[in-house]
């Protein structure tokens, strides 16, 4: 059984562009959540994602965006990227049973690096 | 609103001695505490969780962790430690109910001296 996927594993960018990161949740999994994780920081909740609708936000500006596709897999979008940016995104994927969110598994993450 | 404070950024210990890694949260309800180990260049695996029951948790590795609700603590540890302990280890609460977000601590990195 696989586990949580993401892809690309690495990402150089330049500053103004737009970047796309993909997750594919462990099996039997309906629920995904993106995190940031700057260096020598712990991750920092960005949103969750279920039922192909954003259920719940972080504290980041609306230049982060999302999509979470009927097979459950999602996208982080990022448009106008800064040098702040750069960053591991970490996926992570549970199951919502009644209403609560199970635990959270994560996958290995995109390093992205905006110049 | 959750949150959890991880006492010292770096902890060095000696193979085979104690590792006492601490965590304090706040939390207006109760909490479902995590800790959660980062090796370099991947993701976080979950080492082990409380939700509700037992105060003692044991999880994978060898860890374990003892929720203290009287001093808001969920400190993680392992009897004896080993090489392929060193990661950074994270502490983390969200709420019981609903879907509310994880909240991380900063992480305390972990060195196993020879």
């Known amino acids: 059984d696989a586990g949580v996927t993401q892809s690309p594993t690495h990402l150089i960018k330049t500053r103004g562009q737009q970047v796309t990161l993909r997750c594919s949740p462990k099996s039997g999994h309906d629920t995904v959540s993106w995190y940031q994780q700057a260096l020598g920081q712990g991750p920092q909740f960005i949103f969750q994602?279920?039922?192909?609708?954003?259920?719940q936000r972080g504290n980041f500006p609306d230049r982060f965006s999302g999509h979470q596709f009927p097979n459950y897999s999602s996208e982080l979008n990022v448009n106008a990227l800064l040098l702040g940016d750069s960053a591991l995104y970490l996926c992570a994927s549970s199951e919502t049973t009644s209403g609560r969110v199970d635990t959270q598994y994560f996958g290995p993450g995109t390093r992205l690096t905006v110049l | 609103a959750q949150s959890v404070t991880q006492l010292g950024s770096h902890v060095s210990v000696s193979e085979g001695a104690l590792v006492l890694l601490r965590c304090n949260y706040s939390s207006s309800v109760p909490p479902y505490l995590f800790w959660y180990v980062q090796y370099p260049n991947q993701g976080l695996q979950l080492l082990l969780k409380?939700?509700?029951?037992?105060?003692l948790v044991k999880g994978i590795n060898g860890f374990e962790a003892e929720f203290k609700k009287s001093e808001t603590s969920f400190h993680l540890t392992k009897p004896s430690a080993h090489m392929s302990d060193a990661a950074e280890y994270f502490c983390?609460?969200?709420?019981?109910?609903?879907?509310?977000?994880?909240?991380f601590g900063i992480g305390t990195k972990l060195q196993v001296i020879p």
């Open positions: 994602y279920y039922e192909e609708e954003e259920r």
């Open positions: 983390a609460v969200k709420g019981p109910g609903g879907y509310q977000k994880v909240t």
């Open positions: 409380y939700t509700t029951g037992a105060t």
